[in-house]
């Protein structure tokens, strides 16, 4: 009897301990939930750094510096600036080819926390940016010899051609916080571009804070982040 | 805790699959061409030359013994401020021939598509001028007039030279 009843004391308890955390997580839901709608206007802000394209700057053919501010808007809206340096020296293994570019690029955008609990430190991001840069590239190759005009060949030194490229980017990220103010996050961003301009003689490899220089691609970021 | 990391890998892995999935830019059609067409000087209607023609230029022929021709593609120095082309009609049964030449003035323009593609070389025309000759009973072509139509020679395939024709009758 003494058995039965110590198996029954034990169910009880392992019941009520499965399902506490959840009646508390609905709990400060609704705490939370109430919390977002009277939060104030500004709630501070975040500073980040882009660890990924530095990455694929120091081991690729190109990549960013890039940080960027944003604004915390009841934990809810989040204005962001982007802006960095791009950086390419690309030249293909087949043809010889070479780009070299370097050059600034801004981007600005805002985010949405689409987090259940507004003002909980992890964050679910999605977004969009638009994004500008203006640059100067050089394209270089061998010289190209004329199969019938025998002995002629032109040669391929084309430095500074101008271009400029405008796009949009819709973002999605996530971020959580590491320790007090400093958080880490990625976004995945999916790019389009909307317009560009270069050069007869040809375009850029690579677009500063685009990425290579398709019509659309999908890239992605690592940041550090920063509460301020 | 761990389902977050498990979805973000999951989703990382999503974004570098679609980001591998990019195609080539690279035209099919990346030859660049001259297009002549043949025209008679009277009616400005189209003509086939039913001589046979060769066309040479410095050290090269870039047309050999083409019979019954009415359009020519022809390639372009990639570095000549001018192109210098000599056409040659030998009439049916004939050993002999006789020749015009043509004075193509133009720019050279490396173009790149990408940096995979390879480089071509656009030019644009800014003059021609022609030989004159008097067609005779054997050598019944003589160019009369040519017209630039479409100063640009790149990728597009259009025509760039009407070459009009004087023709014995």
């Given at each position: 009897?003494?058995?039965?009843?110590?198996?029954?004391?034990?169910?009880?308890?392992?019941?009520?301990?499965?399902?506490?955390?959840?009646?508390?997580?609905?709990?400060?839901?609704?705490?939370?939930k109430?919390?977002?709608?009277?939060?104030?206007?500004?709630?501070?802000?975040?500073v980040?750094a882009?660890?990924a394209?530095a990455?694929l700057w120091?081991?690729?053919d190109y990549?960013?510096?890039?940080?960027?501010?944003?604004?915390?808007?009841r934990?809810?809206?989040?204005p962001?600036?982007?802006?960095g340096?791009?950086?390419?020296?690309?030249?293909?293994?087949?043809?010889?080819?070479?780009?070299k570019?370097?050059?600034p690029?801004?981007?600005?955008?805002?985010?949405?926390?689409?987090s259940?609990?507004?003002?909980?430190?992890n964050?679910i991001?999605?977004?969009?940016?638009l994004?500008?840069?203006?640059y100067?590239?050089d394209?270089?190759?061998?010289?190209?010899?004329?199969?019938?005009?025998?002995?002629?060949?032109?040669p391929?030194?084309?430095k500074?051609?101008s271009?400029?490229?405008l796009?949009?980017?819709?973002?999605?990220?996530?971020?959580?916080q590491?320790?007090?103010?400093?958080?880490?996050?990625?976004?995945?961003?999916?790019?389009?571009?909307?317009?560009?301009?270069?050069?007869?003689?040809?375009?850029?490899?690579?677009?500063?804070?685009?990425?290579?220089?398709?019509?659309?691609?999908?890239?992605?970021t690592?940041?550090?982040?920063f509460?301020? | 805790?761990?389902?977050f990391?498990?979805?973000?890998?999951?989703?990382?892995?999503?974004?570098?699959?679609?980001?591998?999935?990019?195609?080539?830019?690279?035209?099919?059609?990346?030859?660049?061409?001259?297009v002549c067409?043949?025209?008679?000087?009277?009616?400005?209607?189209?003509?086939?030359?039913?001589?046979t023609?060769t066309?040479?230029?410095?050290?090269?022929?870039?047309?050999?013994?083409?019979?019954?021709?009415?359009?020519?593609?022809?390639?372009?120095?990639y570095?000549?401020d001018?192109?210098?082309?000599?056409?040659?009609?030998?009439?049916?049964?004939?050993?002999?021939?006789?020749s015009?030449t043509?004075?193509i003035?133009?720019?050279?323009?490396?173009?790149?598509?990408?940096?995979?593609?390879?480089?071509?070389?656009?030019?644009?025309?800014s003059?021609?001028?022609?030989?004159?000759?008097?067609?005779?009973?054997?050598?019944?072509?003589?160019?009369?007039?040519?017209?630039?139509?479409?100063?640009?020679v790149?990728?597009?395939?259009?025509?760039?030279?009407k070459?009009?024709?004087?023709l014995?009758?």
């Open positions: 009897m003494d058995k039965r009843i110590s198996r029954y004391i034990i169910a009880c308890i392992s019941s009520l301990l499965l399902i506490l955390p959840s009646a508390h997580a609905q709990l400060s839901g609704l705490r939370f109430a919390e977002s709608d009277t939060l104030p206007l500004i709630m501070g802000g975040q980040f882009n660890l394209g990455v120091r081991f690729s990549g960013e510096l890039e940080g960027g501010a944003r604004l915390n808007m934990c809810k809206y989040f962001t600036v982007e802006a340096v791009g950086i390419c020296d690309k030249t293909n293994d087949e043809t010889d080819l070479r780009c570019t370097t050059a690029f801004l981007r600005l955008g805002c985010d949405y926390n689409f259940r609990i507004k003002t909980s430190p964050r991001y999605g977004g969009i940016r994004g500008y840069t203006t100067k590239y394209l270089y190759g061998p010289d190209i010899s004329d199969p019938y005009w025998q002995g002629s060949t032109l391929i030194r084309l500074g051609i271009g400029n490229a796009w949009t980017e819709f973002v999605f990220g996530l971020e959580t590491v320790w007090r103010h400093f958080h880490v996050g990625w976004t995945a961003r999916y790019k389009r571009r909307l317009h560009q301009k270069g050069s007869t003689n040809g375009n850029s490899y690579y677009i500063p804070g685009y990425g290579k220089n398709d019509a659309h691609l999908f890239t992605g690592f940041n550090l982040v509460d301020i | 805790m761990h389902l990391i498990r979805k973000i890998l999951y989703l990382a892995a999503a974004v570098a699959i679609m980001a591998g999935c990019n195609g080539s830019d690279c035209p099919l059609n990346n030859t660049v061409r001259l067409g043949f025209y008679s000087a009277g009616s400005d209607s189209s003509i086939a030359i039913s001589d023609l066309i040479s230029v410095r050290d090269s022929v870039i047309l050999n013994r083409s019979v019954a021709t009415a359009t020519v593609s022809l390639p372009m120095s570095a000549g001018a192109d210098t082309l000599v056409f040659l009609y030998t009439p049916a049964g004939s050993e002999a021939s006789c015009d043509l004075v003035s133009k720019s050279n323009e490396p173009h790149i598509v990408s940096l995979e593609c390879g480089t071509s070389v656009f030019h644009n025309i003059a021609v001028s022609h030989s004159s000759r008097i067609p005779d009973p054997t050598y019944r072509y003589a160019i009369d007039s040519v017209a630039v139509s479409n100063s640009n790149n990728f597009d395939g259009q025509e760039n030279l070459i009009y024709y004087r014995h009758q």
